[in-house]
């Protein structure tokens, strides 16, 4: 779902996204089990309506199979006390999972957390570890966030600070930043107060302004916005249906090896016409 924190980082079946048509909750979940990636674009799309009951029902059923991004995106939910109440606990526990599956989203949340040092007691060692394990998995913030432990604060550029400052539960100071970042041109960033705003961390929840963010990230050249938006157009969810955009934003995202994009793009292509 989120970025490298992602959102958060979704079950439409496969015939559903190659055809379009409503997004009623009329799938189950062996639909779910038969085509996760879909199931997952499915609950990022409810995500982004604020139905996180639904959200977290398709997101239960893959987790109980191990879906890296399923269990990461449990995480978020418990950690921003999203349709349930806030519980680090928990969260850690679920991003603990997701990242022995290998999924670098939970392993650069786990590493900024660790970093961070407020929402869960501070660790270096676990925080060198989890970054480390991202940065195995070619995510770049996670390369440049290791470069930095036991440096001098001073040594952070201003996207590692509202990271951290993200991490550290301190939103609203992080959503300024990226807000300043974003204006100056950061595609990252921008990409991360879109985040912000479709779950509310720091600013308040608005899915139009996030819709937009995600438009200038995508083509600023983001993966995580491209993938975002495709999910939008693909589902009508802040955008206006239009599948053929929606094919279009997700190519190129998958183009740059964004792995829930690569899985939406073959599970769509593989559907019964």
Same mark, same amino acid.
């Given at each position: 779902?989120?970025?490298?924190?992602?959102?958060?980082?979704?079950?439409?079946?496969?015939?559903?996204?190659?055809?379009?048509?409503?997004?009623?909750?009329?799938?189950?979940?062996?639909?779910?089990?038969?085509?996760?990636?879909?199931?997952?674009?499915?609950?990022?799309?409810?995500?982004?309506?604020?139905?996180? +009951?639904? /959200? =977290?029902?398709?997101?239960?059923?893959? #987790?109980?199979? &191990?879906?890296? @991004? $399923?269990?990461?995106? *449990?995480?978020?939910?418990?950690?921003?006390?999203?349709?349930?109440?806030?519980?680090?606990?928990?969260?850690?526990?679920?991003?603990?999972?997701?990242?022995?599956?290998?999924?670098?989203?939970?392993?650069?949340?786990?590493?900024?957390?660790?970093?961070?040092?407020?929402?869960?007691?501070?660790?270096? +060692?676990? /925080? =060198?570890?989890?970054?480390?394990?991202? #940065?195995?998995? &070619?995510?770049? @913030? $996670?390369?440049?966030? *290791?470069?930095?432990?036991?440096?001098?604060?001073?040594?952070?550029?201003?996207?590692?600070?509202?990271?951290?400052?993200?991490?550290?539960?301190?939103?609203?100071?992080?959503?300024?930043?990226?807000?300043?970042?974003?204006?100056?041109?950061?595609?990252?960033?921008?990409?991360?107060?879109?985040?912000?705003?479709? /779950?509310?961390?720091?600013?308040?929840?608005?899915?139009?302004?996030?819709?937009?963010?995600?438009?200038?990230?995508?083509?600023?050249?983001?993966?995580?916005?491209?993938?975002?938006?495709?999910?939008?157009?693909?589902?009508?969810?802040?955008?206006?249906?239009?599948?053929?955009?929606?094919?279009?934003?997700?190519?190129?995202?998958?183009?740059?090896?964004?792995?829930?994009?690569?899985?939406?793009?073959?599970?769509?292509?593989? /559907?019964?016409?």
């Amino acid at each position: 779902m989120f970025t490298s924190r992602g959102a958060a980082s979704l079950a439409l079946s496969g015939a559903l996204l190659i055809s379009g048509g409503s997004l009623a909750q009329d799938s189950t979940r062996a639909d779910w089990l038969r085509n996760p990636a879909m199931g997952n674009y499915k609950a990022y799309a409810e995500f982004k309506m604020a139905r996180y +009951d639904f /959200a =977290r029902e398709v997101w239960q059923t893959l #987790a109980e199979v &191990g879906n890296g @991004d $399923a269990l990461f995106n *449990l995480g978020i939910l418990a950690e921003d006390g999203l349709g349930e109440p806030r519980n680090m606990g928990k969260a850690e526990a679920l991003y603990a999972s997701a990242a022995s599956t290998n999924n670098f989203k939970a392993q650069y949340r786990l590493g900024l957390l660790y970093f961070a040092g407020t929402l869960l007691p501070r660790n270096p +060692d676990k /925080a =060198r570890l989890y970054l480390s394990q991202a #940065a195995s998995h &070619g995510d770049r @913030d $996670a390369k440049a966030m *290791l470069a930095t432990l036991g440096q001098d604060a001073s040594a952070l550029t201003p996207l590692q600070q509202a990271e951290l400052l993200s991490g550290g539960g301190q939103h609203e100071r992080a959503a300024i930043l990226y807000r300043e970042l974003a204006e100056a041109g950061d595609s990252t960033a921008q990409a991360r107060l879109a985040w912000a705003y479709e /779950a509310g961390r720091g600013v308040p929840m608005d899915l139009q302004e996030a819709a937009r963010r995600f438009e200038l990230g995508a083509q600023a050249g983001n993966p995580e916005a491209q993938y975002a938006l495709a999910v939008m157009l693909r589902t009508g969810r802040g955008r206006t249906l239009d599948l053929q955009k929606s094919l279009d934003w997700l190519q190129k995202a998958a183009s740059q090896n964004h792995p829930a994009a690569m899985a939406a793009l073959v599970a769509s292509t593989a /559907a019964p016409q």
